[in-house]
């Protein structure tokens, strides 16, 4: 038996979703919107001085300015150092789609953090391909050619 995954359907949307999030991040449109939502508009915005591990963060981004955005499969992210330096403003904002637990729990840190995008698990967004990888890998089986992602089981 071989089994096959849809490997590769999802690439493009997903990258369009973290360019979504990183400029979302960027220009702070949550805020804008958290403004909007209250009739106000922001005048100054200030920044904390920046925590023990926010600098090491900053300092491995390349700049105050940079972001973090993570739409892989696992989250590869030091979730307690990215919001100590999200709240020091040692980094301009980032965007998270995975978490070390997800879902992410009720009441967990990262929610109040501002300049934090959190969307839920979305990225993947619409299939594009599904039905050409399918009739794809039925052709090569039907002809005895070697399948598309296929992924190894032990039963």
Known sequence: MKLTTGSGLHDHTVAEHALRMLLNAARRFYEMRDYQTRGQWPGVFGRAAAGPRAGEVSQAAG???????????????????????LEAGAIGGAALNVFKQEPLPKGNKLYKAKNLVLPPRAAGGRLQGAEELI?????????????????QVAF
Request: a negative charge.
């Open 63 to 85: 700049s105050e300015g940079a972001g973090v955005v993570n739409v892989g499969w696992r989250s590869s992210v030091d979730e307690d150092a990215l919001f100590e330096a």
């Open 135 to 151: 009739v794809d890998n039925l052709r090569r089986f039907v002809a005895g050619q070697d399948l598309r992602n296929v992924i």
